[in-house]
Structures are given as C-alpha cells and as structure tokens.
C-alpha cells in the first residue's frame, strides 16, 4: 500500500507567508497608482476650471467678477454640468481661485501641493 502524502504544517505556514508579501507588493503599488490617477484628476480639473474662466473674463473684461464669483461663471458657460463637483480637487477639498501677482491671469490650485502647484502654472503662462 502507497503512503499519501499531505502536506505539513511547516509548508502551509510558508504558502500563506508568500501570499502575505506579493499581497503587500501589490498593495503597495496599486496605492501609488490611485494616488498619481488622483493627481492627474487634479491637474485635468485646474486646468479646466482656469480655461473656462479665462473664456468668461474675456467675454465680461473683468478677471476680478470671474475669480470673486467663479461658480457663476462656470454654470453661466454651459460648459460644465456640475460646476460644484468640479470646483472640489480628488480629495473633497475646494480648490483656491485667485488672481495672478501680475492680475493678468487666473491660478487655480489645490491646498495640497499648493506651492508646487502655483510655480507649474506660472511656468506655463510663460510659455504662451
């Protein structure tokens, strides 16, 4: 009669450890993923929000009326259809609206990465 063979204790314990660690790389990188596809939403939405009220500025004159009030403006467009939702980054928080120090053009960021953020967008103002 032939012996059946099972497995030990020992060889679980080292399965379920293996398990352990390519569940924790793969964890770990679909964490980096979902934070860099946040960080790409965010720059989507800024540069978005900036265009359009760039577009209503140049239709009223007035870059201050637009950044003082840009919820208005945004739903005055027509080109978004839920301004409120827009005007929030990834993460739930609103995004600042202000004018540039030269009051020429319109910077929108987010309170995280917000000095990274404003240095990006001046460097693309230079640029046009």
């Excluded at 939702?85 to 995280?112: M, R, T």
Aim: aromatic fraction near 8%; proline fraction near 2%.
């Amino acid at each position: 009669m032939k012996k059946k063979y099972s497995m030990t204790l020992l060889e679980i314990m080292i399965v379920i450890f293996l398990i352990g660690i390519i569940s924790s790389v793969v964890g770990y990188n679909i964490k980096g993923a979902l934070d860099r596809g946040k960080e790409f939403k965010m720059e989507m939405a800024q540069k978005k929000i900036r265009d359009i009220l760039m577009m209503e500025a140049a239709k009223i004159h007035s870059i201050e009326l637009v950044v003082n009030n840009p919820l208005r403006y945004l739903r005055l467009s027509g080109l978004v259809e839920n301004p409120q939702e827009l005007l929030k980054d990834p993460w739930g928080e609103k995004f600042i609206i202000e004018k540039d120090k030269n009051g020429s053009n319109i910077l929108v960021y987010s309170q995280k990465n917000q000095n990274k953020q404003i240095k990006k967008q001046e460097d693309e103002d230079e640029d046009y």
